[in-house]
């Protein structure tokens, strides 16, 4: 950047920074004319207030599959899809599931690290706490005692004495809030992007980076409202190094929503052969998605 050779960067998994905003700050200070993160918002929730030209795109990602997805056959799908598999239920108690099997086992060395840290709060307390924020992390700054309504609002939940801590109301936990905010997002990232997305299979074009597949479609007029909110110099993507599909295999998935009986007639067809058949719901949907296929 001092040299002149990039105007800009990406810059990957913010939220494992101990400062997300601080570093940003440093890159824009030292020359840097665009910055754009990775970072993974859940729908609706916003970017915060970082020197940044915008995200690399996850939002127009799902917000762009989810338009071509037709919200009217959530309902026979769903039913659909809780007969075949005998699944019913919903996206987030799998979600929620997915990630205390990673707080407890995966991050189990973090969550022990963070009880070290703060010995006083129940470690499974702090394993719940994990797997419970509603988004990847929050941003409380126990260096300068900044702390959001976002975070206040992510945190309502957390048992009294864990939320007071988070939320610098007790002071002299500093470094575990520190690292408590850098541990929940590979928690949420393994739960659900690599766990949770590939149990619950209703609708796969659904089940990418930034999307709740417990969101069937969106309207033109919202997708628009969508587009219009978006920073304008915010990058738009449909397939990247990390999406599970690319666009066209998840753009013919989302069409099985125009053919919901025609589907069932299939994978009933089929359930007698299978062993599992919340695995053949998944292996079906990859076939429709990437075809036509060759012998090879």
């Not at 917000?63 to 809780?82: I, K, P, R």
């Not at 997002?185 to 796969?204: H, S």
């Not at 666009?247 to 069932?264: M, T």
Request: charged fraction near 25%; avoid cysteine.
């Amino acid at each position: 950047i001092a040299d002149g050779v990039i105007d800009g960067v990406r810059v990957d998994h913010p939220d494992g920074l101990a400062d997300p905003a601080g570093y940003l700050s440093r890159l824009r200070d030292a020359g840097a004319g665009h910055v754009w993160v990775e970072k993974i918002l859940h729908p609706g929730e916003p970017l915060r207030d970082w020197p940044v030209d915008g995200t690399v795109g996850y939002e127009f990602l799902v917000d762009t599959t989810s338009l071509f997805v037709d919200g009217a056959a959530e309902g026979a799908l769903t039913s659909l899809y809780a007969k075949v598999t005998g699944e019913q239920r919903a996206f987030e108690e799998v979600a929620h599931e997915a990630q205390l099997e990673m707080a407890g086992g995966t991050f189990s060395r973090e969550v022990d690290w963070l009880h070290r840290l703060a010995p006083d709060v129940d470690r499974s307390e702090i394993k719940t706490a994990l797997a419970a924020i509603p988004i990847y992390r929050t941003y409380v700054e126990p260096w300068s005692g900044k702390v959001d309504q976002l975070d206040r609002d992510a945190l309502s939940s957390m048992p009294e004495r864990l939320r007071r801590i988070l939320l610098l109301e007790e002071r002299g936990f500093d470094e575990f809030v520190t690292r408590f905010q850098q541990t929940s997002p590979p928690v949420t990232a393994k739960g659900i992007e690599d766990t949770a997305f590939y149990r619950y299979n209703r609708l796969l074009a659904l089940n990418e980076v930034g999307n709740d597949p417990g969101r069937f479609g969106i309207t033109v007029d919202e997708y628009h409202r969508l587009n219009a909110a978006r920073p304008p110099r915010g990058l738009l993507i449909t397939s990247t190094h990390d999406t599970k599909r690319s666009a066209d295999v998840r753009a013919r998935i989302g069409a099985i929503s125009l053919f919901v009986e025609e589907w069932g007639e299939l994978v009933r067809s089929l359930v007698p052969s299978w062993p599992d058949p919340n695995d053949l719901w998944m292996v079906l949907q990859n076939v429709v998605g990437a075809w036509p296929l060759t012998a090879d």
